[in-house]
């Protein structure tokens, strides 16, 4: 599925995305977010954050163009969409009152595809009438937990593959299900399970990771069953050879990242 570079390829064609997330103690899911988003061939990235982040984003990750919401803290407004491909939305972002009506208002302003992770799930979950308004061809990235706030409880494997099948309908959208042999459920009801990935990687920040990761590969732009299953094996993939270099119960989310690179390679 990985799409060759030419010669003459330039920035502007592999897409701009808008990465909202971080909040105070949070910042670093928006840092790992946007390098794995930088590492995985966006063109261009601009991060909204709160304005206790500046320094940080601006230190961690020079690549990347940022922007501040006017609080100290957390987000409390909606920024322009109107020069981006992608909005990734949701690591470190907290569930404050003033953060859930910025995200109602970016969803009433028919934002491109979304990446929706983390609090923007669980903002979903406890206002259901929101899910409406998520664009269609956005990537849901819920873990168990997440999902069975959005979707509702289930009685075994094959249910819950059957609620996700639903979601994924619904909502015209990819719905990711996280974890062991992740499954990938597409409008249209296929699913698909990945087989990348260890138990190393269950540590805090990866699932950040892989909504950087599905952030710059929708916006460059794959369309997003292909950039779900791109993603997901590559975050996997990652997150294999670095547990091979240092160790399953030492990897990091920032070891997932480190290793996208070598991932990209041996893929192609």
């Known amino acids: 599925l990985l799409k060759p570079r030419t010669k003459f390829d330039h920035k502007g064609k592999f897409g701009h995305a808008l ?48 922007i501040t919401d006017q609080h100290e803290m957390h987000l409390t407004a909606a920024p322009s969409l ?8 949701g690591p470190g972002l907290g569930q404050e009152k003033e953060t859930v009506q910025a995200f109602r208002k970016i969803l009433e302003a028919t934002p491109p595809p979304m990446v929706i992770d983390a609090d923007a799930l669980n903002i979903l979950a406890a206002s259901r009438e929101l899910l409406q308004l998520v664009p269609p061809g956005s990537i849901l990235t819920p873990h168990p937990k ?27 959208s990819v719905v990711v299900l996280k974890g062991a042999y ?5 409008p249209e009801g296929r699913v698909f399970f990945n087989s990348s990935g260890n138990p190393g990687m269950a ?15 929708l916006a460059q732009p794959y369309e997003a069953l292909e950039a779900a299953q791109l ?34 390679k041996r893929a192609v």
């Open 203 to 217: 540590k805090g920040g990866s699932g950040d990771v892989l909504t950087g990761i599905l952030t710059g590969l």
């Open 182 to 186: 992740t499954s990938i459920a597409s």
């Open 231 to 264: 993603g997901v094996f590559l975050h996997g993939y990652a997150g294999d050879l670095g547990g091979y270099e240092k160790g399953f119960s030492s990897l990091i989310a920032s070891d997932i990242v480190e290793f996208l690179p070598e991932a990209f």
């Open 146 to 172: 997440e999902f069975e706030r959005i979707a509702g409880s289930w009685k075994n494997d094959f249910a819950r593959l059957e609620l996700q099948k639903q979601l994924a309908k619904n909502l015209k």
């Open 19 to 66: 990465l909202i997330a971080g909040g105070y103690g949070k910042m670093g899911a928006a840092v790992l977010a946007s390098r794995a988003a930088l590492r995985s061939g966006l063109g261009l990235l601009t991060t909204y954050i709160p304005k206790c982040g500046y320094n940080i984003m601006q230190g961690s990750v020079p690549e990347a163009m940022t």
């Open 82 to 89: 109107e020069n981006y491909s992608v909005v990734g939305i």
